[in-house]
């Protein structure tokens, strides 16, 4: 009997904690783009080549 006394506040704290971080992982947004981690692993958007700067060589390397 003495460890249901212990046993159930124990749980309801835990199960407080649960509630918790549940609740602070839904107000900072963990859950907003559920799909977006799953299409960037899927498909490769790679930004188009774009020119170096004037006077850099084309290859992007250091001029010696």
Excluded: C
């Amino acid at each position: 009997m003495t460890n249901l006394l212990m046993l159930i506040p124990v749980a309801l704290v835990l199960g407080g904690l649960g509630l918790a971080a549940f609740l602070w992982a839904l107000k900072s947004g963990q859950f907003d783009d559920l799909d977006g981690a799953a299409n960037r692993i899927l498909f490769d958007y790679d930004a188009p080549e774009q020119e170096p700067p004037e006077g850099e060589p084309k290859d992007h390397r250091r001029a010696p």
